[in-house]
């Protein structure tokens, strides 16, 4: 009888992978909530985590600046567009889905980091949310699956001009150069973390 370290755990379903993508989003969701309220119960000291440019000690704040927001409105327009995308990312694997919003965040503010105004003080989570429309976007297109192709089509048709009006340079009263770095690095993480396809040649059946 073969060792229980040797046997091989089942598959997850795809309700097993939609509840554990819905528990890791609304989690995430709620932390983001939990900071604002201890950031403004502290009269807004968590603000110093966001991003000023070109200041080498900033660069520490690449990261937590995706967590922190300015004020409830600023964390309430986050909120529903980063549970529908974070969701249907997540769908095609926690990891992968951690591996891509890794990328999106660290991308994202060293480009915020690089060529905001000087004097600004950026944060918030849309950067993480541009990324993840991009990265939805495309990812069917790379994975060559047809379902996220449609999710994507879906997400651009409803989400598209929000997006198109968040990159804009017109658009003052946002950073659009974070939303901008956000997208750019989503598109890229679909190609830098999509599928990979066996190239194995199946075994010919012995002639008889």
């Not at 995706?66 to 095609?92: D, E, M, W, Y």
């Not at 001009?161 to 770095?181: K, Y």
């Amino acid at each position: 009888m073969a060792a229980s370290s040797d046997r091989i755990a089942p598959a997850w379903s795809t309700g097993d992978r939609a509840k554990a993508a819905a528990k890791l989003m609304l989690g995430w969701v709620a932390f983001l909530w939990i900071l604002e309220v201890v950031d403004v119960s502290s009269g807004h000291s968590l603000d110093t985590y966001g991003i000023e440019p070109r200041r080498p000690g900033e660069l520490l704040d690449v990261v937590p600046a995706s967590f922190i927001h300015f004020g409830f409105g600023h964390v309430a327009s986050n909120s529903v567009p980063l549970l529908v995308f974070g969701f249907l990312a997540a769908l095609g694997g926690i990891r992968r889905f951690a591996a891509v919003a890794a990328l999106i965040i660290v991308v994202d503010g060293l480009g915020v980091w690089l060529v905001s105004p000087a004097g600004s003080n950026t944060a918030g989570a849309s950067g993480l949310v541009f990324g993840l429309f991009g990265y939805l976007l495309v990812r069917g297109f790379v994975d060559r699956r047809v379902l996220d192709i449609g999710a994507g089509l879906v997400i651009g048709a409803i989400w598209g001009s929000s997006i198109l009006l968040g990159i804009s340079p017109a658009n003052t009263s946002v950073s659009w150069q974070g939303h901008l770095f956000g997208l750019a690095a989503g598109v890229a993480a679909a190609f830098v973390f999509r599928r990979r396809r066996s190239t194995a040649t199946p075994a010919r059946p012995l002639m008889p």
